[in-house]
Nanobody, 118 residues
Framework: QVQLVESGGGSVQPGGSLRLSCATS????????MGWYRQAVGKQRELVAS??????????NYANSVKDRFTIYRDNTKSTVYLQMNNLKPEDTAVYYC?????????WGQGTQVSVSS
């Protein structure tokens, strides 16, 4: 069965950094658009960043709130997508979910908690 397993979450102080990883299995990773979403308490899930498939150019897209602080990238040899998060702010606190889109099919990971506080 398809699996998306996130890791790398944790607690950091404002200004700190974390790198999230999403290891996938049993999907056509290279052909998938991969994304990171987050959901804070009491808020709707929102797109943080996405990266298109290699065949589509590997184009990236970011929410305005994370531009110039977060970087999404993929390693097709490891079927893994990453989210490098720098200069973290308290408002980045949320559960972060990995997402894979292949045609009409969408898959989600279980989420990893990121907490930013002093």
């Amino acid at each position: 069965q398809v699996q998306l397993v996130e890791s790398g979450g944790g607690s950091v102080q404002p200004g700190g950094s974390l790198r999230l990883s999403c290891a996938t299995s049993r999907i056509a990773f290279s052909s998938s658009t991969m994304g990171w979403y987050r959901q804070a308490v009491g808020k709707q899930r929102e797109l943080v960043a996405s990266i298109s498939s290699i065949t589509s150019g590997g184009n990236t897209n970011y929410a305005n709130s994370v531009k110039d602080r977060f970087t999404i990238y993929r390693d097709n040899t490891k079927s893994t997508v990453y989210l490098q998060m720098n200069n973290l702010k308290p408002e980045d606190t949320a559960v972060y979910y990995c997402n894979a889109e292949i045609g009409s099919r969408i898959f989600w990971g279980q989420g990893t908690q990121v907490s930013v506080s002093s």
